[in-house]
């Protein structure tokens, strides 16, 4: 018996309820934190939304890149997903519920059309979307998910591995 053993376990992963939101998550480039944003896990699609850029030289610039690209996502989260608030962006048409990744994809679309600032559109990068077929050699460490898609290398930092585990799981993105 190992010192460690006691890490191991035989049980299955509980499953969770997609999507799965975890903030202050970093993207890495080159080795360094470059970004933090919110990484969602869906059922379809991982998303990531960055709000702030981690660089030293756009250190000054953080805290109102940081407020403005963080409010937009909770102002939209909470109106889209929360059934008691009203819809910022006009609600569904003929009492169809849209998906989870196409409400994702409203908010993509909303932060867009809302980062017009230059402060904000020179410092960080669009949101950016990742369908599950699109992505191959998925690898999950201790806090950290690092994949290929959409032609390149993606890696991020600071999530916490069991819930990743499970909603990755719950999503399919690993058996």
């Known amino acids: 018996m190992g010192l460690f053993d006691f890490l191991r376990t035989n049980k299955p992963l509980e499953p969770v309820t997609l999507p799965v939101i975890f903030s202050n998550v970093a993207y890495m480039v080159f080795g360094e934190r470059s970004y933090a944003g919110e990484l969602i896990v869906a059922p379809d699609a991982i998303f990531y939304f960055p709000h702030t850029n981690l660089s030293p030289q756009d250190r000054q610039k953080e805290k109102i890149i940081w407020t403005g690209v963080r409010d ?16 910022i962006s006009g609600g569904t048409s003929g009492g169809v519920t849209p998906s989870v990744e196409e409400k994702i994809e409203l908010l993509m679309k909303y932060v867009k059309e809302n980062r017009q600032d230059t402060l904000l559109a020179d410092s960080t990068p669009a949101p950016v979307k990742f369908s599950r077929d699109g992505i191959q050699k998925l690898r999950v460490g201790w806090g950290s998910l690092k ?29």
Do not use: M
């Open 72 to 87: 937009l996502i909770r102002e939209f989260w909470r109106s889209e997903l929360d059934p008691g608030q009203a819809s």
């Open 147 to 175: 994949f290929d898609a959409n032609f390149d290398d993606h890696e991020f930092q600071g999530l916490n591995g069991g819930l990743l585990q499970r909603a990755l799981k719950s999503g399919g993105y690993v058996t």
